[in-house]
């Protein structure tokens, strides 16, 4: 067994651990990360999905709102982001011909569409519900990046306790029912708070309010924007950044234990496989890019089957020769798919999508959110296919859990998932999708379905839950221990020198760069 040492080793090239990566090798620290995969990026990649198609889609994560201009400065990073005009679009389930059409550059046409809909009066309950989501972001997304404030620091920073008792201490389902009256703008409202996690509205353990919390902070807007050139240039500015400072980045190298060391100033061992021949690495800092149920299994640790992290949803994503037609005469694809477009996500479909989930079935109605990539930037598509009119969708399934797949039944509940989430799109258009799907270089159509399983296998990314566990508030609770760097950053593992970098650290989750900064933070402060 070959031996080496390095002063900081990362488990996991996910876009956190390069981000931590980074900070740490500008500061002359010698940093190895260490990825399974044969590429870096973990989910924040680009990929060629389709056979003989010239199209690098966003296989995994695709929108960028947490990722902090302050990371992107002190990295260098080359990273262009681009905010989309409308914020979403809604078609009405009974009567696909009327839709709810959200203009951020114009609350006119908003209003108007509200009234078309039938929903008028909720045109000002809306634009005063998401006024309090700015006064939260304007308080809290300044945290991200610095050490955790307490509960009561928060609140006061937030100044206003109508709105911190609505969004933080009582279920989201309240706030959104009393600001707001039709069943379709509450359900754009609630979606925020169930990407990724699977919860009713009211439920008393508020992890959708966690969940919406970090969906409208982003930028201290909220606005999900889309990064030229995919995810992939993403996380590759990011790893150029790493490998410029000094860090090694090795893939095709997969953990199989660590040895925690029992004190700061201590050696822990990290051991892994390449190419067949076994490695051991010392080193006083081990940072973890993996979930903490990863972690815990590298660390040997007992892990109760209960505590298992899991995902709800389902991701597809489509390749077309052109945008489909909408029922709805009144309003074009390109501004359809220009933001997010809500499929079967009224606040009461929602609601009967989560119970049949619950109890082991694949929604009757699958509620969906499309987006389409290609539409605000081309240049993930090759020249010939930009010509033909060629466009891009990514599909977000909600209430898809983890509990619903198993190794002996995936690839049919895949087609299942699959099957509903094409009849949830076609119920709104004019014609079906399937009319204007491309076929790849074997003739198969371009449609490619990731199941929770599916995740799991491909990124290491226990249960396919998207922030490797529940969603933890950007704050601690007052009285909580604050002693070490670690604990202050919200990085902290029972083992001093062993530190979550990736999305399990407090704040973390989404494609963000926190959880690595923060981390990288930790170190810099304990040395």
């Known amino acids: ?37 044969d590429h870096v990026g973990g989910a924040a990649i680009s990929a060629e999905a389709f056979e003989g198609i010239d199209a690098r889609l966003s296989r995994y994560s695709y929108l960028v709102s947490l990722l902090p201009q302050k990371i992107i400065d002190d990295l260098g990073l080359d990273v262009k982001l681009i905010r989309r005009r409308y914020s979403s679009y809604t078609p009405v389930p009974a009567n696909p011909e009327l839709g709810l059409l959200v203009d951020n550059q114009d609350s006119s046409a908003t209003a108007s569409s509200f009234s078309r809909i039938g929903e008028a009066e909720d045109a000002a309950g809306f634009e005063a519900f998401y006024a309090k989501t700015i006064e939260l972001a304007k308080a809290l997304w300044p945290t991200v990046t610095e050490p955790l404030v307490t509960r009561s620091e928060a609140k006061q920073l937030l100044g206003n306790d109508v709105v911190w008792d609505e969004f933080i201490e009582r279920p989201l389902g309240e706030v959104i029912e009393r600001d707001i009256k039709g069943d379709i703008a509450r359900g754009v409202a ?3 708070g169930i990407i990724g996690t699977f919860a009713a509205p ?8 966690r ?97 298992r992290p899991e995902g709800a949803q389902v991701k597809v994503n489509l390749l077309l020769k052109r945008l489909p037609k909408l029922a709805d005469p009144t309003v074009t694809p390109e501004q359809a798919f220009g933001g997010t477009f ?11 999508a989560f119970e049949e989930a619950s109890a082991g079935k694949v929604p009757s109605t699958m509620p969906c959110e499309i987006y389409c990539h290609s539409l605000s930037d081309p240049s993930i598509l090759g020249p010939e ?71 799991e296998d491909a990124l290491n990314m226990t249960g396919g839950n998207i922030f490797h566990g529940l969603l933890s508030w950007p704050w601690v609770e007052d009285g909580d221990d604050l002693s070490t760097p670690a604990k202050r950053w919200g990085v902290a593992t029972e083992y001093p020198s062993v530190l979550l970098c990736g999305s399990g650290a407090r704040r973390g989750g989404a ?17």
């Open 511 to 527: 494609v963000s760069g926190i959880g690595g900064h923060n981390a990288a933070m930790a170190v810099l402060e304990s040395n």
């Open 202 to 209: 009211h439920d008393a353990g508020l992890d959708q309010n």
């Open 1 to 37: 067994m070959s031996k080496e040492a390095y002063d900081v080793v990362i488990v996991g090239g996910g876009h956190n651990g390069l981000t931590a990566a980074a900070y740490l090798a500008k500061t002359g620290r010698s940093v190895l990360v260490l990825e399974r995969s």
């Open 342 to 352: 809500h499929i079967n996500e009224t606040y009461g479909q929602l609601q009967k």
């Open 385 to 455: 296919l930009r010509a033909s009119g060629a466009q891009t969708l990514t599909v977000f399934g909600i209430h898809a859990p983890h509990s619903l797949v198993n190794r002996e039944n995936n690839d049919a509940v895949r087609a299942q998932l699959q099957e509903a989430v094409l009849r949830s799109l076609n119920s709104v258009l004019a014609e079906p999708i399937e009319d204007v799907l491309m076929r790849d270089a074997n003739g198969n159509l371009c449609v490619e379905t990731k199941t929770t399983l599916d995740l």
């Open 190 to 192: 609630y979606t925020d």
């Open 211 to 307: 969940c919406f919390l970090y969906h409208v902070i982003g930028g201290t807007t909220g606005d999900w924007d889309v990064p030229v050139g995919g995810m992939g240039a993403v996380s590759g500015e990011i790893a150029r950044a790493a490998r410029q400072a000094g860090a090694t980045l090795l893939t095709e190298a997969e953990v199989t234990a660590i040895a925690p060391a029992e004190s700061i100033g201590d050696l822990s061992s990290v051991f892994y496989t390449k190419d067949g021949q076994a490695h051991e690495v010392s080193t006083p800092w081990v940072l973890a890019n993996v979930s903490p149920w990863v972690l815990a299994q590298l660390l040997g640790e007992e892990l109760a089957p209960e505590k």
